[in-house]
């Protein structure tokens, strides 16, 4: 059965923030993804949290900037919205394992049914946001290989 | 004293109801007045209330159980409630428990009462969901359940046809439970499971849990305060354990993993029983993948085994391993601060099954699930061993 996935990016949106996380909104002032990084583990981590989930210190914390390019770990389609959604179902949500080694989950925009799967490429797509910010959506990477 | 000195003398529940039509507090009313009628305890006995923290009807207040305590007359020396979400009502038990071996207490009383239906006054929860989520209309439990299905499919594959007859054996345990959810008391197959429609793909509208109220209680102290009151008829808490933010200090972890490996290990151990020992089974569900998560984690089966072992074992209260025989949250309702199974186990080792009742008592395991985490599973497993103390 075929079933067309919408985008919900007419969506209004107002989102509220948490003041340690607000490198990551910034960057996406110029489109930039940029993710918590732990120096002493050497690994990522995301959502941005105080401290270093590795080591539980707040020193071990800088932020990098990455590609956004990863691939469909997880995704959902929702046949039943929030009520700000109401009216875009079916839309889709993803889980995506960023090529750094960490997952991201954001909407699914510019994509079939048919194309969507687990294992998928995509990058970035930033939608404008009022304030200036972006929202980060994935799409299909149809030129990776 | 250790978690298996004490007992839960007596147990109480109100029918499950779409929405309630008494008010919450009328409700804890009928739980106590039951309690105290099933014991003997005097009101004043009670010295210990312990509340679920999983209430949409106290959701917003500070002051839940103090103004519980207040409604209800109750003069206690240990006032708490407790926030493990869907693993709140086994956790009071090893609150109470402790707070009896601390010196704090001797007669809890274990409350669940909500009508999160007829009365919610929000969550107020501060969390990741503002920034991360809900910006992308992710819907609560479902979409993340969506999610969670849709990773265990691809690393272990999911059978349509186990998950159905997951739905088909509980709802017909709560065609035999008169305190189920009126509404849900209609026999459904399998084809009606693969045939409801979808809420947040690949979750269907019976893969989950409806939300509706109801109250429940019990009344746990020391096996001795117990025995000085005549009360031979208990159910002992052997062993209990709770994991919160399983690998919560890791990244990319294996989401068809939870905390009941460690919970489960830990509860069984203190019960000194193995898993294959375990005569009933009372898993936390709130969607049927959660079932099949529960069966890989604890052990009855290996990890992506799952769904063979549901195709191959008989779950029914007539079955090898009887599986939520009152019909688990998804077929009964998910009232009383879920702890609908966790009476439902109590019940059954008190022998008052009635036509469900399973033939062995020996013991019964009671699980919990609580609160939802971003991209992962759940944010706290808790288990429970159940024994009779005769």
Redesign the interface.
Same mark, same amino acid.
């Given at each position: 059965m075929a079933v067309t996935i919408h985008d %919900?990016l007419d969506?209004k949106?107002d $989102?509220?923030? /948490?003041d340690f !996380?607000m490198p990551f909104w910034e960057a996406t002032r110029q489109k930039k993804l940029v993710i918590q990084y732990c120096k002493v583990a050497k690994? /990522?981590?995301h959502?941005p949290r105080p401290v270093s989930? &590795?080591t *539980?210190r707040r020193r071990d914390i800088e932020w990098r900037e990455v590609s956004g390019k990863g691939t469909v &770990? =997880?995704? %959902?389609?929702?046949?039943?919205?929030?009520p700000? &959604?109401q009216g875009?179902e079916? /839309?889709a $949500?993803a =889980?995506v %394992?960023l090529d750094v *080694?960490?997952?991201v $989950?954001?909407?699914v925009v510019d994509c079939t049914a048919e194309e969507l799967k687990? !294992?998928m490429k995509v990058k970035p797509y930033w939608q404008p946001l009022a304030n200036g910010e972006h929202?980060l959506f994935w799409q299909p990477d149809r030129d990776a290989a | 004293m250790s978690l298996r000195d004490h007992a839960i003398v007596a147990y109480a529940e109100t029918k499950v109801m779409k929405k309630s039509d008494r008010d919450v507090w009328v409700l804890a009313g009928e739980i106590l007045e039951a309690l105290l009628d099933k014991t003997g305890f005097d009101k004043a006995e009670i010295d210990a209330l312990v509340l679920s923290g999983l209430t949409g009807t106290g959701g917003s207040s500070q002051f839940w159980s103090q103004s519980m305590c207040d409604m209800l007359g109750l003069e206690v020396g240990f006032c708490e409630e407790v926030h493990t979400g869907g693993c709140s009502s086994i956790g009071t038990i090893a609150r109470a428990a402790a707070a009896i071996d601390a010196g704090l207490c001797e007669v809890a009383l274990c409350l669940f009462a909500d009508t999160h239906v007829r009365e919610h006054n929000g969550r107020n929860e501060r969390s990741y969901r503002r920034d991360w989520t809900e910006p992308y209309g992710l819907l609560g439990p479902p979409g993340a359940f969506g999610l969670l299905q849709r990773a265990y499919d691809a690393k272990h594959g999911v059978d349509l046809n186990a998950l159905g007859k997951l739905a088909v054996t509980q709802r017909n345990h709560a065609l035999l439970n008169e305190n189920a959810c009126e509404e849900l008391r209609v026999p459904i197959t399998v084809e009606d499971y693969l045939n409801s429609r979808m809420i947040a793909d690949p979750i269907r509208l019976l893969d989950c849990v409806m939300l509706a109220d109801g109250a429940a209680g019990l009344i746990v102290t020391s096996r001795k305060r117990a025995r000085e009151k005549g009360l031979h008829k208990c159910v002992i808490p052997l062993g209990y354990a709770e994991r919160t933010n399983f690998l919560g200090g890791e990244t990319l972890i294996d989401v068809t993993r939870s905390g009941h490996e460690i919970a489960g290990r830990k509860a069984l151990a203190a019960a000194k029983l193995n898993i294959k020992d375990i005569r009933s089974f009372h898993p936390y569900d709130d969607f049927l993948i959660a079932l099949v998560m529960q069966f890989e984690a604890f052990g009855f089966c290996k990890p992506g085994q799952g769904m063979a072992f549901v195709r191959d074992t008989d779950l029914s209260h007539t079955g090898t391993l009887p599986m939520n025989t009152g019909g688990g949250q998804i077929s009964a309702g998910q009232a009383a601060s879920s702890s609908g199974n966790l009476i439902e186990a109590i019940r059954q080792l008190m022998g008052e099954g009635g036509p469900r009742q399973v033939k062995d008592t020996t013991n019964a395991l009671v699980t919990g699930i609580g609160w939802i985490n971003y991209g992962r599973n759940w944010g706290s497993s808790a288990a429970l061993a159940l024994v009779p103390s005769e």
């Amino acid at each position: 059965m075929a079933v067309t996935i919408h985008d %919900t990016l007419d969506v209004k949106r107002d $989102i509220k923030h /948490y003041d340690f !996380g607000m490198p990551f909104w910034e960057a996406t002032r110029q489109k930039k993804l940029v993710i918590q990084y732990c120096k002493v583990a050497k690994k /990522y981590q995301h959502f941005p949290r105080p401290v270093s989930i &590795f080591t *539980g210190r707040r020193r071990d914390i800088e932020w990098r900037e990455v590609s956004g390019k990863g691939t469909v &770990f =997880s995704f %959902t389609i929702a046949h039943r919205g929030p009520p700000a &959604f109401q009216g875009a179902e079916p /839309y889709a $949500i993803a =889980s995506v %394992t960023l090529d750094v *080694g960490v997952n991201v $989950i954001a909407g699914v925009v510019d994509c079939t049914a048919e194309e969507l799967k687990v !294992g998928m490429k995509v990058k970035p797509y930033w939608q404008p946001l009022a304030n200036g910010e972006h929202l980060l959506f994935w799409q299909p990477d149809r030129d990776a290989a | 004293m250790s978690l298996r000195d004490h007992a839960i003398v007596a147990y109480a529940e109100t029918k499950v109801m779409k929405k309630s039509d008494r008010d919450v507090w009328v409700l804890a009313g009928e739980i106590l007045e039951a309690l105290l009628d099933k014991t003997g305890f005097d009101k004043a006995e009670i010295d210990a209330l312990v509340l679920s923290g999983l209430t949409g009807t106290g959701g917003s207040s500070q002051f839940w159980s103090q103004s519980m305590c207040d409604m209800l007359g109750l003069e206690v020396g240990f006032c708490e409630e407790v926030h493990t979400g869907g693993c709140s009502s086994i956790g009071t038990i090893a609150r109470a428990a402790a707070a009896i071996d601390a010196g704090l207490c001797e007669v809890a009383l274990c409350l669940f009462a909500d009508t999160h239906v007829r009365e919610h006054n929000g969550r107020n929860e501060r969390s990741y969901r503002r920034d991360w989520t809900e910006p992308y209309g992710l819907l609560g439990p479902p979409g993340a359940f969506g999610l969670l299905q849709r990773a265990y499919d691809a690393k272990h594959g999911v059978d349509l046809n186990a998950l159905g007859k997951l739905a088909v054996t509980q709802r017909n345990h709560a065609l035999l439970n008169e305190n189920a959810c009126e509404e849900l008391r209609v026999p459904i197959t399998v084809e009606d499971y693969l045939n409801s429609r979808m809420i947040a793909d690949p979750i269907r509208l019976l893969d989950c849990v409806m939300l509706a109220d109801g109250a429940a209680g019990l009344i746990v102290t020391s096996r001795k305060r117990a025995r000085e009151k005549g009360l031979h008829k208990c159910v002992i808490p052997l062993g209990y354990a709770e994991r919160t933010n399983f690998l919560g200090g890791e990244t990319l972890i294996d989401v068809t993993r939870s905390g009941h490996e460690i919970a489960g290990r830990k509860a069984l151990a203190a019960a000194k029983l193995n898993i294959k020992d375990i005569r009933s089974f009372h898993p936390y569900d709130d969607f049927l993948i959660a079932l099949v998560m529960q069966f890989e984690a604890f052990g009855f089966c290996k990890p992506g085994q799952g769904m063979a072992f549901v195709r191959d074992t008989d779950l029914s209260h007539t079955g090898t391993l009887p599986m939520n025989t009152g019909g688990g949250q998804i077929s009964a309702g998910q009232a009383a601060s879920s702890s609908g199974n966790l009476i439902e186990a109590i019940r059954q080792l008190m022998g008052e099954g009635g036509p469900r009742q399973v033939k062995d008592t020996t013991n019964a395991l009671v699980t919990g699930i609580g609160w939802i985490n971003y991209g992962r599973n759940w944010g706290s497993s808790a288990a429970l061993a159940l024994v009779p103390s005769e």
